[in-house]
Structures are given as structure tokens and as C-alpha cells.
């Protein structure tokens, strides 16, 4: 039992909207374009998909927005409405989602894990050695968090933050993110950044009953009020 972790909602940026569940709800929530969409899926597959839609339009419903359909696109990205930015993760026993409104946020990721140590090999495969020396370091410090699925599993939140807005890939080895032990940590680009793409990254990750979840987000440059604030100052 990993005590003194926040709570997953506790891990997001304010205006941002969580909604989790162990275990899976009745297919019934499914809405005719994803019925057909998952009509081919195992069944397995199909609760998890289910599950985790239910959740999104929870929290759509909590931002006074309409319960539409979510269908992915042919990279199996979600396709959220123009105001909306959102990300879904599933994995063992466990579902989440997230939205937000896009006038907030410029983009969002999150992603689940059983909180596991990764087989054997990976670490290597999907790290840098400043990266390994990080999490054999951590490690050292409090031995009960699995450091190496942490960095994988805020690595794939990045990517589900990152690939909505660029349409392009982003391998492992494109980020090195520096891990902290309060539960945030420290992103920097090892390829070329699109120009227009918010410089403004965060990362956080917890990890709550036997699930890690990790969250990154790229928020909105400041406010003009907030702006103009600043040039008073100066
Ligand atoms: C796409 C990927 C991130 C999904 O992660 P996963 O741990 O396998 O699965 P999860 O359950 O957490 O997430 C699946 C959900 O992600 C979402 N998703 C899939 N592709 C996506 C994409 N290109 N962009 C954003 N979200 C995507 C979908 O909502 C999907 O659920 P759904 O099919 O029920 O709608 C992963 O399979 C992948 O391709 N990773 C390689 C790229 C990568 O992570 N690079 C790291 C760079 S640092």
C-alpha cells in the first residue's frame, strides 16, 4: 500500500474535469455509432471501451456539454468536439477519463498502469540512461513505488497530450522527463517541437490502489488581464 500519494482528480489543473471506475458498467451506455464500432471488438474490449466512455460523458455532463457519441479516428485518437479537450485510458481493472474546455487547456493525456514493475528489458528501450539513473535513484529512496512503470506511464500520457495537437508520432526516446518523488516531474524535447505548439507542459502521476495514473497538459499562454498585469508591473 503506497500511502501519502494525492488522488488522481487532485493530480489536474482546475477547469478540468476527472471521472474513474473499477470494474465495468452495462454496454446499455453505449451510443449507436460506438455500438457499431464495437460490434467487431472482443468482449473484453468492448466493456473496457463502454466503460470508459461512460466516464468521459460523466464528465462532459459535468461541464454542461451535450452527450455525444466518441469515436476514434483512424490513428485511434478520440475525437472530442471543437470545445473540448479529453483523453481516455483503460487497462486492468481499471478505466479514466478526462476532459476539459479547450479554451484552458491546449491539450491533455492521461494513462493508467497496474503498478508493476516492467518486464525485464523495457526500461532499457524506452529510457535514457539519465533516465535509468533516475529511477534507480528514486528507487533507492522509497522502494515501494515501481519507478519504471511510473516513467513509462507519464511518457504515454505525453503522448496522448502531444499526438492530438502534432498528428505526427513521438517515440520514447523523443522525451526525457525527469521524475520527481512528489509526484511531478520535469519534461524536455529531444526533437523538433512544432512552433505553435504551448511550451507550458506539466506533468503529475499517482499512484492509488495498485494503479499508477499519469496526467500531462499543456495549458493556455496567460490571460490578457494577466498580461497586462505583468507590463504594469514593469
Ligand atoms: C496509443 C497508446 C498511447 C495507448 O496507450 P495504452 O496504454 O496502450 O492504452 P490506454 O488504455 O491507456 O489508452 C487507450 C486509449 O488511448 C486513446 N488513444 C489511442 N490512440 C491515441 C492517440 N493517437 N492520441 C491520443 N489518444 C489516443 C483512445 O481513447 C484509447 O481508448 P479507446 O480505444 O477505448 O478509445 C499506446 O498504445 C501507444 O501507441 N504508445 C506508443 C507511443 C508512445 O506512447 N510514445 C511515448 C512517447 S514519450
Given at each position: 500500500?503506497?500511502?501519502g500519494?494525492?488522488?488522481?482528480?487532485?493530480?489536474?489543473p482546475?477547469?478540468?474535469?476527472?471521472?474513474?471506475?473499477?470494474?465495468?458498467?452495462?454496454?446499455?451506455?453505449l451510443?449507436?455509432?460506438?455500438r457499431?464500432?464495437?460490434?467487431?471488438?472482443?468482449?473484453?474490449?468492448?466493456?473496457?471501451?463502454?466503460?470508459?466512455?461512460?466516464?468521459?460523458?460523466?464528465?462532459?455532463?459535468?461541464?454542461?456539454l451535450?452527450?455525444?457519441?466518441?469515436?476514434?479516428?483512424?490513428?485511434?485518437?478520440?475525437?472530442?468536439?471543437?470545445?473540448?479537450?479529453?483523453s481516455?485510458?483503460h487497462?486492468?481493472?481499471?478505466?479514466?477519463?478526462?476532459?476539459?474546455?479547450?479554451?484552458?487547456?491546449?491539450?491533455?493525456?492521461?494513462?493508467?498502469?497496474?503498478?508493476?514493475?516492467?518486464?525485464?528489458g523495457?526500461?532499457?528501450?524506452?529510457?535514457?540512461?539519465?533516465?535509468?539513473?533516475?529511477?534507480?535513484?528514486?528507487?533507492?529512496?522509497?522502494?515501494?513505488?515501481?519507478?519504471?512503470?511510473?516513467?513509462?506511464?507519464?511518457?504515454?500520457?505525453i503522448f496522448?497530450?502531444?499526438?492530438?495537437?502534432?498528428?505526427?508520432?513521438?517515440g520514447?526516446?523523443?522525451?526525457?522527463?525527469?521524475?520527481?518523488?512528489?509526484?511531478?516531474?520535469?519534461?524536455?524535447?529531444?526533437?523538433?517541437?512544432?512552433?505553435?505548439?504551448?511550451?507550458?507542459?506539466?506533468?503529475?502521476?499517482?499512484?492509488?490502489?495498485?494503479?499508477?495514473?499519469?496526467?500531462?497538459?499543456?495549458?493556455?499562454?496567460?490571460?490578457?488581464?494577466?498580461?497586462?498585469?505583468?507590463?504594469?508591473?514593469?
Amino acid at each position: 500500500m503506497i500511502t501519502g500519494h494525492p488522488a488522481p482528480h487532485e493530480l489536474l489543473p482546475d477547469g478540468v474535469v476527472f471521472h474513474d471506475i473499477r470494474g465495468d458498467v452495462s454496454l446499455d451506455v453505449l451510443l449507436p455509432p460506438e455500438r457499431d464500432v464495437a460490434a467487431s471488438f472482443s468482449e473484453r474490449r468492448r466493456r473496457e471501451y463502454a466503460t470508459v466512455r461512460h466516464c468521459a460523458r460523466r464528465g462532459l455532463s459535468d461541464l454542461g456539454l451535450v452527450n455525444t457519441a466518441i469515436v476514434n479516428d483512424e490513428s485511434g485518437c478520440p475525437i472530442w468536439g471543437e470545445s473540448v479537450v479529453g483523453s481516455m485510458t483503460h487497462c486492468r481493472g481499471y478505466r479514466a477519463a478526462v476532459v476539459g474546455p479547450s479554451a484552458l487547456i491546449a491539450g491533455i493525456g492521461i494513462d493508467a498502469e497496474v503498478a508493476e514493475e516492467l518486464p525485464r528489458g523495457v526500461l532499457a528501450r524506452i529510457s535514457s540512461v539519465a533516465e535509468q539513473d533516475r529511477v534507480a535513484s528514486l528507487a533507492h529512496e522509497r522502494a515501494d513505488v515501481p519507478w519504471d512503470r511510473v516513467l513509462f506511464c507519464v511518457k504515454e500520457s505525453i503522448f496522448k497530450a502531444w499526438y492530438p495537437l502534432t498528428r505526427t508520432g513521438l517515440g520514447f526516446l523523443d522525451v526525457e522527463v525527469f521524475l520527481e518523488a512528489d509526484t511531478s516531474g520535469q519534461i524536455r524535447f529531444l526533437r523538433e517541437v512544432p512552433a505553435d505548439l504551448p511550451e507550458a507542459w506539466k506533468v503529475r502521476w499517482t499512484v492509488n490502489d495498485g494503479i499508477i495514473i499519469a496526467a500531462a497538459w499543456m495549458t493556455l499562454t496567460p490571460s490578457v488581464e494577466c498580461a497586462s498585469t505583468t507590463r504594469g508591473i514593469h
